[in-house]
């Protein structure tokens, strides 16, 4: 990029460091352990190769963004995570979202629904509709999206392990409307990979997991191809604790073992990479962030080129949605909330996000109220149509410590890809408890970090007050409902006509012992008003369910 004579030059007309500098070195740091200097120049890019690192937005190796013309044409899509309580009130809540100006939905699932079970099992006691929409069978998804568009709306659906059911719902209640598939545009989150290492809201081992994930994504490959079949989630690692670093690994390396999968179940990578998204942390260390995307995308257009041998640009480019970082969210002094949301958000913008949803500022006491729900949107409209952020792509490139970051967090993520490649793989690797360690391992040291006060929260180790959250309305959920829809479930269950039901049951028995795509099976029965947890129980009986081993 610089010739050596002004290198030279250059280097010469440095001020010295100070001496306290250089003492209080070792303390500044990003999150991945980077040191920071105090000063970033042309002397930190002397080795870049511009057209190789960098080069133009839309542009292989998609560094700075995947559009040329980045939000010029079309603004990100903006998301509100939203779910809770019944179906009817979440399709309440969304209609109001969508007034308000959001873009896309984001569906979250209640934990029985998440795991598999209908709200009249005696394990869902007490968690019907408390974290996200209770869904049990198609009834109740015609409820969920009552008077919504599905062909106009970009639906995002945060299900792993029972992915494969929720959608097969989602495209029996399209094909009821009279929605070609291929007109139908989303997301399903069907990462289960890192429900091993970080969530934990996996049922069945990881191997027949792999190919229920697998299955949804050859299948949509064929019948609907503007869906989004997986969305690699390193949001939920980087929740659990992990760097930033250890973040873009981690999902990337999750991201090679789904290719692999699906490589070997016969396709050919053009043939669905195209469709892969990705789901990242926005996190509070901003430049640190903004170098993550860009990271992350490059990589990935590399692993897809020279790993996989694709030379198609579409095959290579990284999409992905954001979500500001829950785990920063406190307790104390909610209103901060608004702050660290919209930074982190800024972050997203600036490293190109696809997709973003912003947190609430109660969500670290319950979830979001409408009034939350609202500002948290308007962050992002204030973000896109006032701070002008959007109207220059990639704004940060160049910049000596974006370019620096940038290059040094693609080379620790490529050393953790290179051990987990030696263990055998992501799917060896956890069960080997590797990048469980490696979480837990960031997470303590951060910890240790907040109290010695070498890291500072405000409002929780510093600057504290003591009416922390007076007069916020907080959202309460009906404590009733969980009796409600075991009651309503199990009633419903008994007014079905039961032959075909089972016989649709039967089937997907027999075709889970085998090697066919389950979805064409999960559908039929979804059609004939089988539930989320008798088709999992079906599943449960033929894959087992997974058990967590203690990681030392």
């Known amino acids: 990029m610089y010739n050596k004579d002004f290198l030279h030059q250059l280097k010469k007309s440095l001020p010295a460091e100070d001496s306290t500098d250089k003492l209080r070195q070792a303390k500044f740091k990003t999150s991945s352990g980077i040191p920071l200097k105090d000063i970033y120049s042309p002397l930190d890019l002397s080795e870049l190769d511009y057209k190789k690192h960098i080069g133009w937005p839309g542009q292989y190796p998609f560094t700075r963004h995947v559009h040329r ?14 779910g809770f309580g019944s179906a009817s009130e979440s399709n309440s809540r969304y209609k109001y979202l969508l007034s308000q100006g959001t873009t896309g939905l ?99 081992p990881p191997t027949p997991s792999l190919r229920l994930a697998t299955d949804l994504i050859a299948f ?60 990242f942390n926005g996190h509070n260390q901003f430049f640190e962030e903004v170098a993550k995307f860009r990271a992350a995308r490059r990589m990935w257009a590399n692993i897809i080129k020279d790993r996989f041998g694709s030379n198609n640009p579409k095959s290579q480019m990284m999409r992905f949605h954001t979500q500001t970082a829950g785990s920063t969210l406190t307790a104390q002094q909610p209103d901060n909330n608004v702050v660290r949301t919209a930074l982190q958000a800024f972050a997203a913008i600036c490293g190109g996000t696809q997709s973003l949803h912003t947190n609430g500022r109660d969500e670290a006491l319950a979830l979001p109220s409408e009034k939350s729900a609202q500002i948290a949107l308007r962050t992002q409209q204030i973000l896109a149509y006032e701070t002008k952020a959007a109207d220059v792509v990639d704004p940060l490139a160049g910049s000596y410590l974006i370019e620096h970051l940038t290059d040094e967090l693609e080379k620790l993520a490529y050393e953790i890809i290179a051990k987990i490649d030696d263990l055998g793989g992501m799917n060896i690797a956890i069960e080997k408890g590797y990048p469980q360690r490696e979480i837990q391992n ?111």
């Open 69 to 82: 013309s980045g939000y010029r044409g079309k603004l990100w899509t903006m998301r509100q995570y939203a």
């Open 442 to 552: 960031a997470a303590y040291q951060y910890q240790m970090s907040l109290q010695s006060n070498d890291e500072i929260i405000v409002g929780v180790n510093q600057f504290v007050n003591t009416q922390d959250s007076e007069g916020l309305e907080l959202m309460k959920m009906d404590t009733k409902l969980s009796d409600q829809r075991s009651q309503e479930i199990a009633s419903y269950k008994r007014t079905r006509f039961m032959p075909p039901i089972l016989e649709a049951l039967k089937r997907i028995n027999s075709a889970a012992q085998g090697h066919e795509n389950l979805l064409p099976h999960i559908i039929a029965a979804v059609e004939l008003e089988a539930t989320v947890g008798e088709i999992s129980d079906v599943l449960r009986d033929v894959f087992g369910e997974h058990q967590e081993k203690l990681i030392l």
């Open 220 to 279: 949509c490959s064929k019948e609907v191809p503007q869906w989004n079949p997986i969305s690699v989630s390193g949001y939920h690692i980087r929740e659990a604790g992990c760097t930033a670093a250890q973040e873009i690994a981690f999902t990337l390396a999750d991201g090679i073992a789904y290719v692999d999968a699906v490589l070997k179940s016969g396709l050919n990578i053009d043939d669905f990479a195209s469709r892969i998204s990705f789901f």
């Open 106 to 204: 984001s569906v979250a699932f209640d934990l029985p629904t998440q795991i598999g079970l209908d709200p009249d099992n005696e394990m869902s006691l007490g968690e019907v509709g408390k974290v996200g929409v209770s869904i049990c069978s198609l009834r109740d998804m015609r409820t969920l999206f009552a008077d919504i568009p599905l062909e106009k709306v970009s639906t995002s659906m945060t299900i792993n392990a029972p992915a494969a059911i929720l959608f097969s719902m989602y495209l029996a209640l399209a094909k009821e409307k009279g929605i070609p598939w291929k007109n139908l545009n989303g997301t399903t989150q069907n990462d289960i990979l890192k429900e091993y290492m970080a969530r934990g809201t996996y049922i069945f």
